[in-house]
């Protein structure tokens, strides 16, 4: 893997010109569900001898979460911070209800990582159980991406989750264009929990600029953008990279995942509970947040991204506060 470097951005308090050179694990979160992230990078650090860089991109967090994250140390991981505060979207988001618009900020990936060749992408809450070294040598179709086939009724093809996921002033504006654009009448679609990313073959198809496109016109969530993009080309994971909690069964998961609003932070009737209880982690942020004010160095660094940074590859701006994004 090329070792790379952050954008040219307004960097605060630490020099991070010198960005992840290893294999590369990347995840989002804002300020409401930062405490729970802890637990899946522990899952992370317990459960993988090789080491890896994490990418987390930050939004919203409030001065003490920030200093909870740049002072995390865990075995095998080294962690980098990109606050993406300052990039907004051109619309109204329709997001999940259990989501936020910190997980949005994975369609920049491409080119907010610029010499780096492939990450793993996760949710937050997932419980890692084996080593992702597997999923870094994973032969990748031209689209860029793998993950877990969708099977659920209303989500397994395009068509169908454009019809759920999207409102009804875009709806048949977006599915008239499938037609007209030639998309068969069933196109298999993937969850975006756990991803491999090639982040070089997405950028050679134009990723950022074609997922933005769907975002601005019809205020999508990331995961129908990602689909919309791919149009039922990708690569399908082991199932067990991404085990649905109450709805697969699995001899040997690999990686636990919790989806919909029901979370095992928000409710003690989900299964698996034992594995998420098994990486409980202190979470201290206004400990650290005082050491902070008393001079105590950071050990993570953390980029501030200013938004006119992302433009698409045809070098016009996405909007950005309040902008049209082209």
């Not at 298999?188 to 929990?193: I, K």
């Not at 073959?201 to 205020?219: E, I, M, P, S, Y």
């Amino acid at each position: 893997m090329r070792r790379s470097c952050f954008i040219d951005a307004a960097v605060e308090e630490v020099s991070v010109r010198s960005g992840p050179s290893r294999d590369v694990i990347v995840v989002s979160f804002d300020n409401r569900i930062a405490r729970h992230a802890v637990r899946m990078l522990s899952s992370l650090s317990q459960n993988n001898s090789t080491d890896h860089d994490v990418v987390i991109l930050a939004r919203g967090w409030r001065p003490w979460t920030e200093a909870f994250f740049r002072s995390l140390v865990l075995p095998h991981l080294r962690l980098y911070i990109f606050d993406l505060s300052s990039v907004s979207f051109s619309r109204e988001l329709r997001l999940l209800a259990h989501t936020t618009a910190a997980s949005m900020d994975r369609l920049f990936l491409p080119q907010l990582l610029p010499g780096v060749d492939r990450v793993v992408y996760l949710d937050v809450d997932v419980i890692c159980l084996a080593d992702l070294a597997p999923l870094f040598e994973l032969d990748i179709v031209d689209s860029g991406i793998a993950a877990k086939a969708s099977i659920k009724k209303g989500y397994s093809n395009l068509r169908e989750l454009v019809r759920t996921w999207t409102d009804v002033a875009s709806r048949e504006t977006l599915l008239n264009e499938l037609v007209s654009q030639g998309a068969p009448e069933k196109m298999r679609t993937f969850n975006s929990g756990v991803l491999v990313m090639d982040l070089e073959k997405l950028r050679q198809r134009a990723f950022v600029h074609k997922t933005l496109d769907f975002v601005t016109r019809f205020g999508v969530n990331d995961q129908l953008a990602m689909n919309l993009y791919a149009r039922g080309e990708f690569e399908e994971l082991d199932p067990a990279w991404n085990v649905f909690v109450g709805q697969d069964t699995s001899a040997a998961p690999r990686i636990i995942h919790w989806p919909g609003p029901r979370k095992p932070w928000n409710s003690r009737n989900v299964g698996f509970l034992a594995e998420w209880d098994a990486y409980d982690f202190l979470y201290d942020p206004m400990v650290k947040w005082v050491g902070r004010l008393f001079g105590k160095p950071p050990v993570n660094p953390v980029g501030r991204i200013p938004a006119r940074l992302f433009s698409s590859e045809s070098g016009e701006s996405h909007r950005i506060a309040g902008e049209r994004m082209m």
